[in-house]
């Protein structure tokens, strides 16, 4: 283990873990409103550092660049795509959410529809978060810190073994993190983190380039450009883990869930003081999806050349990284992912903790005529943060085991629980009379079906192809419910709002310029943009 490396990893982790019980130490934790929403304060630069910084995650790190040294840059459709729904989710949904006062997405789906549906999505959420998000966060964090610092050869241990032992450091200072500051500091140090990144994303490709040219920069650059062109196609074909035409079916229907749906992400949205720096904080963190491809993506280009056979491909950006930079910048990258592992833990923890409490605990507390004080929610909260954590390190080592990568598995099995719950959603905002029983129904049939095509029945479609036809049967599933059953009184929002909702008056100039970005960067990594 390189001593400089290490030396740069803490002083960088350091520094992250001061700025935020710095601007954190004044902050009041012990109301549900100051641990699970940061008492609704959030500034725009600190909303769009959390939404992006909580988004990348190792996962990202590991996921992505293994796909692009194993199919091209088509798996970069998933960052970029996510532009266009992430500025549907600024215009359309988060108005709703912020106008309604919820604290969950589940309690916009109690008023939409009925305290059942409430509950049954809560659920959804929570085994979601323990089977699949906490998990792989840690286990990629794990492979990552790993491939950084040789743990395995330093310790003389093997591979399973040390996947154990970093799954369970790494979720220990996550919970232990959670636990004692909040969303407040889960957001500054996502805000830190994402300064960050930014800067390592030029870094990392400049000395991979170096090194690939042999101390040239050009010479690399030459090199890229001259060879395996075929891996900067980011269109690809029909046989990529991501084919371009799942971009307008099923992928566009999980960046839309994920980015307006899911409790972790949205919660940071609806931490800020008001709608207009929500909206901007959108668009902060649509401004890094468009510059992470260089990190996320040009490693994996670069790694095509230095290791044309690589047998464990989930290792080439931590291989990348311990080979071309110094010892200082390999500290300061692992610093970057290993917080990018930890934040998007910690940030799954406490929205576990905020589902579990308020829409599971609290009405439960309720029931039995004994409604919980605010120190019972915390405490209640905090411990049940403990027991996720623990579950989601036992569970975390065994992803070794998937099959066709990380990030397709990861993102294979949140179809399970994404869609459908976005299905529902979408459905009641747009029909006035659907019932309750309905997304039930919808719910129930579309996990149901999604499994089996999944894990029982080879269906010979891409799972993002299956996802949108799921979709549009459930829909049409649902609306044969309502005609039968229809709601007795069309649904009337009713407004709660506890922050501004003037929204942000430069958000179309800023929605334009954005798009355009996202345009421009899938035709230069294109066949006409190849070609010139």
Not at 466 to 488: D, E, G
Not at 493 to 511: A, E, F, G, I, S
Request: net charge positive; with cysteine.
């Amino acid at each position: 283990m390189n001593v400089g490396a290490l030396l740069s990893f803490l002083l960088v982790t350091i520094v992250v873990a001061l700025i935020s019980w710095y601007k954190t130490r004044k902050e009041n934790l012990q109301t549900a409103a100051g641990l699970f929403f940061a008492n609704r304060n959030l500034s725009f630069l600190v909303v769009g550092g959390a939404l992006f910084f909580t988004n990348i995650s190792a996962v990202q790190f590991i996921g992505e660049n293994e796909l692009v040294y194993t199919n091209n840059m088509s798996v970069m459709a998933w960052g970029l795509s996510s532009v266009f729904a992430m500025l549907l989710v600024s215009e359309f949904i988060m108005p709703v959410y912020l106008r309604s006062g919820i604290s969950t997405t589940p309690d916009f789906l109690e008023e939409r529809y009925d305290t059942g549906t409430k509950r049954f999505v809560s659920v959804i959420f929570l085994i979601s978060y323990i089977v699949n998000m906490l998990p792989s966060v840690l286990y990629s964090g794990a492979i990552t810190f790993n491939g950084l610092f040789r743990v395995s050869e330093v310790l003389h241990i093997g591979y399973w073994q040390t996947i154990w032992i970093l799954v369970w450091l790494i979720g220990s200072i996550g919970c232990l993190y959670t636990v004692l500051g909040g969303l407040k500091a889960v957001a500054i140090s996502d805000t830190v983190l994402g300064i960050g990144m930014f800067a390592g994303g030029i870094l990392l490709p400049y000395a991979a380039l170096k090194y690939l040219g042999h101390g040239s920069v050009s010479t690399g650059l030459n090199l890229l450009l001259s060879a395996r062109r075929d891996h900067f196609n980011a269109i690809g074909g029909p046989q990529d883990a991501v084919p371009f035409p799942t971009i307008f079916t099923g992928m566009f229907l999980v960046n839309l869930y994920y980015w307006g749906t899911e409790q972790y992400i949205v919660q940071q949205a609806l931490s800020s003081r008001s709608l207009a720096e929500s909206q901007k904080g959108i668009a902060v963190a649509c401004t890094g999806k468009i510059i992470s491809p260089l990190l996320l993506n040009i490693p994996g280009l670069i790694a095509v050349l230095l290791y044309p056979h690589m047998h464990n491909t989930a290792e080439v950006f931590p291989k990348i990284v311990s080979d071309v930079c110094s010892p200082m910048l390999t500290g300061y990258i692992a610093a970057i992912t290993f917080g990018a592992a930890l934040t998007s833990f910690n940030a799954g923890l406490n929205s576990s903790s905020t589902l579990f409490v308020l829409n599971l605990y609290k009405p439960f507390k309720a029931r039995q005529q004994k409604p919980a004080s605010e120190r019972q929610l915390i405490r209640a909260g905090k411990r049940f943060e403990i027991l996720v954590c623990l579950l989601a390190m036992i569970i975390a080592p065994f992803i070794v085991f998937a099959q066709h990568g990380l990030y397709t598995y990861i993102q294979m099995v949140s179809g399970l629980f994404s869609v459908p719950i976005f299905t529902i959603l979408i459905v009641g905002l747009l029909h006035k009379r659907m019932p309750a029983i309905a997304a039930k129904i919808g719910l129930t049939f579309f996990i149901l079906t999604y499994a089996v095509s999944q894990f029982l029945i080879d269906t010979g479609l891409h799972f993002l192809h299956v996802l949108a036809i799921l979709f549009v049967l459930t829909v049409l599933l649902m609306m044969i419910v309502a005609a039968l059953y229809p709601r007795k009184e069309p649904f009337v929002q009713q407004w709660n709002n506890v922050v501004d909702l003037q929204p942000w008056k430069k958000r179309h100039l800023y929605t334009v310029i954005l798009l355009l970005a996202m345009i421009a960067l899938f035709v230069i990594f294109s066949p006409l943009g190849l070609a010139k």
